[in-house]
């Protein structure tokens, strides 16, 4: 089975659908959170990092932005709205393409917004059609990154900058064997083959060595890791449940968020900035 077809598989089974529907309204990212906020402030935290990722891209109203696996197309809805970027989304899930565009009307955003079904490792636009492109926690579903990230280099324009909101691990080897088994199992069926290979330092390499440069990495795992805990309190008993019947598979987002959790000092939430 093809990646593309293992992300549209773990994104439409219904402990997927679900969740991201009930908790986050579809919206597939994590929050940022300042000192002492409560953690269940979740919209709040939401269009917080938003608005980190606006000040990341840099762009100024009008400018043109590929949204790199865009989902319902919320992060490009408050970039329009609130920016006055010109977003493009890309998706493999034509279901999201669906509910983006019709939030995109619903919100009077439509000529500021696009949202196309494709996959961004093969993107069917020209090159230097892009000021900016960014990804919000997409790349790890990549089968192949370099790929994706040549893509993204080809459509900005020379000076384009790329943002890249996404996570970072320690080397199994230096993992106790418990938590290395752990990752393994969860970006195998979380379908996450980039998480299982980025290594820290990892990305930031793959980044340079396609041609951008001024790259730079900003740890901010502790301004999400209130969200993350609370996932992890929401999901204990429904992956304690999976674990006693032997299907901790069918339950890998309550096991994400109460793994991760248990093992958040051997992984980072990173944002990657680098200029064409």
């Avoid at 989902?71 to 899930?93: M, P």
Wanted: hydrophobic share 40%; with cysteine.
């Amino acid at each position: 089975m093809s990646n593309e077809l293992d992300v549209i598989k773990y994104y439409e089974q219904a402990g997927s659908r679900l969740g991201y529907r009930l908790f986050l309204r579809g919206t597939k990212h994590f929050g940022y959170y300042r000192h002492g906020e409560s953690a269940w402030a979740w919209p709040t935290a939401l269009r917080r990092m938003e608005d980190k990722l606006a000040d990341a891209l840099g762009q100024p109203p009008g400018a043109r932005v590929l949204d790199a696996g865009c989902g319902v197309g919320d992060v490009a809805g408050h970039l329009a709205r609130h920016f006055g970027l010109r977003v493009c989304g890309v998706d493999v899930l034509d279901r999201d393409i669906a509910v983006a565009r019709r939030r995109a009307r619903r919100r009077g955003l439509s000529d500021l917004l696009t949202f196309r079904p494709g996959n961004y490792t093969d993107l069917p636009f020209p090159a230097g059609s892009f000021d900016a492109v960014y990804t919000m926690e997409t790349l790890v579903h990549a089968a192949a990154a370099e790929t994706a990230l040549r893509e993204f280099h080809r459509v900005l324009r020379p000076g384009g900058r790329l943002v890249m909101f996404e996570y970072a691990r320690e080397p199994a080897a230096h993992m106790p064997p418990p938590a290395a088994e752990t990752f393994r199992q969860l970006n195998e069926w979380a379908a996450m083959p980039s998480f299982q290979r980025f290594d820290y330092g990892t990305l930031r390499r793959l980044v340079a060595d396609t041609g951008f440069s001024a790259v730079t990495v900003d740890d901010i795992s502790h301004h999400m890791w209130p969200m993350l805990r609370c996932f992890a309190a929401i999901g204990r008993v429904p992956y304690a449940a999976g674990r006693s019947m032997g299907r901790s598979a069918r339950m890998v987002n309550s096991m994400a968020a109460v793994e991760f959790w248990r093992y958040r000092a051997f992984w980072r939430y990173e944002i990657y900035g680098a200029v064409k």
